[in-house]
């Protein structure tokens, strides 16, 4: 049986086919490198779900579009003249020009094809057909642009090319409950930055859902007691006791990671909790977000924290007292900033997979997210996406733009924290060709983001559903 026969046997009968089927806690290699496997995600997946494919804020005005690509599907997102958002495939129903590339404005109130000159109105309509009395009779319908599900949330604009997509509230449950005191609408970008990776967009998805690599990684995250910029050193095995706690929670579309501490670590090292518990510790974790990671913390957050870090321990955490601080000073500097209870910031901050190509890590101030988009022909590249956003006063809001980088080698600014991980993702995918290696072998705690991202793929692409089971 070919692989092709194979793939369309599985369709038919709810399965997946053994070489794609997935453990327990096992995920076969050939989801990640099969050529065959990004054709399903492209063809059966991508098709039907909920994608964030541009931010709000990129179309302000009337008649400001955004060109959205995954794999060979082109969905343009245009601003209307009442202020709504609709959304269309990006090819003119003539000859299939692309009507748009890129983000812009419309000219002329019309977005206008430049092979020869038809033109469409924001809602779509064909509002202009050169020496139409030349072509055979067709309906205006019949020659505007074909629509596509569009709809927002926490300020991204979301499309579906499916013919009766989900509600897009209901697709992101539990998301919308859990974040909405963040307000993630109300922020903007402070910056943003994009890049092309030799790796499948899975693996570097894998990479920013799970925390478990965090010692590995990022030794200095576990060395806050060195002051805002630890050393990177690798952790001897002995240090790897000290190592966050990220234990994966499992939604029906997405998931989540949290730090956390162990369950059982109880008083381990007292003298070593003791000194975590000290103000300037805390804050040096803080400052070494602002200043190696570039998001996280703003710049407002890492004032507080450098006035933190010449506090004496008292009564009150350090952990409350920052964020006492940096709300303080955010008001007080005129900024519209998030009132929600530990409660509440406890049960939205953390790492989140917005399947199937957004992660969000969410604070009060500020998130740092990323995009992983599927190359169209080849697994094993990747476009990667990277950005932060802030809560701003009035009149501070920068003008950003996308920072295109061409190799993400030749861009110094990803900060020490991200430059780690982007170091290894290349060789992490190009393990995955060795024919030493099966496939992936998943922590039952810490990495089941993972499991759970091909669990909802299958969904999808085979008609099997784990949430059944």
């Given at each position: 049986m ?24 096992f ?10 496997f ?23 005005d ?27 495939y ?58 596509v599900a569009?709809g927002t ?52 998805i ?36 000290y ?39 805390f ?15 703003t710049?407002?957050d ?16 350090p952990?409350v007292?920052?964020?006492q ?15 929600m209870?530990?409660q ?7 790492d ?10 969410v ?24 950005f ?6 009035p009149?501070?809001?920068?003008e ?70």
């Open positions: 070919t692989a092709v026969e194979d793939t369309t046997d599985s369709e038919a009968t709810g399965k997946v086919p053994p070489r794609y089927a997935c453990g327990e806690t995920v076969p290699k050939g989801r990640y490198i099969d050529p065959e990004l054709q399903l995600e492209l063809d059966r997946l991508f098709t039907q779900v909920w994608q964030p494919a541009c931010r709000e804020e990129e179309i302000p009337p008649g400001r579009y955004c060109e959205y690509v995954i794999g060979r599907q082109s969905i343009m997102v245009v601003r209307q003249k009442d202020g709504g958002i609709k959304a269309f990006n090819a003119c129903t003539h000859r299939g020009m692309k009507v748009v590339r890129g983000t812009g404005c419309a000219v002329d109130g019309d977005l206008r094809c430049e092979f020869h000159g038809w033109r469409f109105g924001f809602d779509g309509r064909s509002s202009f057909v050169p020496s139409r009395d030349e072509f055979l009779s067709r309906s205006r319908e019949a020659w505007s642009l074909r629509p569009v949330w926490g300020g991204w604009v979301f499309i579906s090319m499916a013919e009766n997509p989900p509600e897009l509230l209901d697709w992101l449950d539990p998301l919308v409950t859990a974040l909405a005191p963040f307000r993630l609408e109300d922020m903007r970008f402070r910056w943003r930055k994009r890049t092309r990776l030799a790796a499948n967009y899975k693996t570097v894998d990479a920013f859902i799970e925390g478990y690599h965090t010692a590995g990684t990022h030794p200095q995250t576990l060395r806050p007691t060195q002051g805002p910029r630890p050393s990177a050193e690798p952790a001897p095995p002995q240090e790897y006791v190592a966050p706690y990220t234990p994966t929670t499992a939604y029906r579309n997405h998931s989540r990671f949290i730090y956390t501490a162990r369950p059982d670590s109880g008083d381990r090292d007292s003298a070593r909790k003791a000194q975590a518990a000290r103000p300037e510790v804050a040096n974790s803080m400052q070494y977000n602002y200043l190696e990671v570039g998001s996280l913390v710049e407002r890492y004032r507080a924290a450098r006035q933190l870090a010449r506090m004496e321990p008292g009564e009150v955490p952990f007292l920052y964020h601080m940096c709300e303080e000073l955010a008001l007080a500097e005129g900024v519209d900033y998030p009132r209870s530990m509440e910031y406890f049960a939205g901050n953390g989140w997979h917005v399947f199937p190509t957004l992660v969000i890590l604070e009060k101030s500020c998130v740092l997210g990323y995009r992983m988009l599927p190359d169209a022909e080849d697994p094993n590249r990747c476009v990667f996406e990277m932060s956003l802030e809560h701003f006063a009149g501070e809001v920068p950003t733009r996308w920072l295109e980088v061409q190799r993400w080698q030749d861009h110094d600014g990803w900060g020490e924290l991200p430059t780690q991980d982007l170091r290894n993702i290349d060789a992490i995918h190009a393990g995955m060709h060795s024919r030493g290696f099966d496939g992936l072998w998943l922590n039952t705690a810490q990495e089941m983001s993972i499991r759970n991202q091909h669990a909802i793929a299958d969904r999808f692409i085979f008609g099997v559903d784990d949430h059944d089971a």
